[in-house]
């Protein structure tokens, strides 16, 4: 579903340097050019402590290659940092890790466009319907009401929710631009290196990636008791990668 871009002062896509993002980010770029509103995009990454390494530099090449301005905003605690103080990960009904990271994203829309300022606000995101249950039933384009306050609208749009994944890969190779090497590693998905959802392959490489992390939250499991999974650890995980 493509709209009508111009009547807002900022389109704000957040990217993950993931490839549902960078798709998205192509797509943004070709549909604010043709309309007219380039200069009004901008990228907002937000850099939890959770990331593969090359995470940040992967999103600020896509985004200079774009010519896409990328902020980045960092959450007021790292997701380790808070798994730690919370004792206990993410799940299904208490996904903190992404308060944190949303947070982080509407406290940079805030302060660019304080209430008392007129302004109307498209934030952008590349959930895709295929993902999960839940991101079945999200709405393309719908009225942001946490972040909506004053003479401030924002408003949600989703472009890549019917998106599949083959389509997504073909976008990226038609642009000719490079993608999160954590895919050429096999990895499926990418955000956390570490991410309480994500398939045994991926928390392998992620593992790889960051043995810093993995080492945290074996740590962290082995103090608590507390699994990476609801029903596995993280041990247990990585450790059929030794077997
Ligand atoms: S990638 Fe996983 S662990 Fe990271 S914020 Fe998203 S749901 Fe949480």
Redesign the pocket.
């Known amino acids: 579903m493509e709209i009508d871009l111009s009547g807002y002062q900022l389109i704000a896509v957040s990217t993950?340097a993931g490839k549902d993002n960078e798709a998205m980010m192509i797509q943004m770029a070709e549909m604010a050019r043709a309309q007219g509103v380039f200069h009004r995009l901008a990228a907002i990454h937000s850099s939890?402590g959770?990331e593969w390494i090359c995470t940040q530099s992967v999103a600020e090449k896509i985004a200079n290659l774009l010519s896409i301005p990328l902020y980045t905003v960092y959450p007021k605690w790292t997701?380790p940092d808070y798994i730690e103080h919370r004792m206990r990960f993410?799940d299904l009904r208490r996904?903190f890790?992404?308060s944190?990271?949303t947070e982080a994203i509407d406290k940079l829309i805030r302060q660019l466009f304080p209430a008392k300022k007129t302004a109307k606000i498209l934030s952008v995101t590349g959930e895709r319907r295929e993902e999960s249950a839940h991101r079945a039933k999200l709405a393309g384009f719908e009225r942001c009401k946490r972040l909506t306050a004053g003479n401030r609208e924002v408003f949600h749009y989703r472009p890549m929710l019917d998106y599949e994944t083959g389509e997504i890969w073909t976008a990226i190779r038609k642009s000719g631009l490079p993608y999160h090497p954590a895919y050429d590693l096999g990895n499926c998905?990418l955000?956390?290196a570490?991410?309480?959802?994500?398939c045994d392959r991926d928390l392998r490489n992620g593992a790889r990636n960051r043995p810093d992390l993995a080492r945290r939250y074996l740590d962290l499991e082995e103090k608590t008791g507390f699994l990476f999974r609801c029903n596995r650890s993280l041990k247990d995980i990585l450790a059929k990668e030794a077997a």
Request: charged share 15%; glycine share 0%; aromatic share 6%.
């Open positions: 993950s939890t959770a997701i993410p996904r890790c992404t944190l990271k998905r955000s956390c570490l991410c309480v959802f994500a």
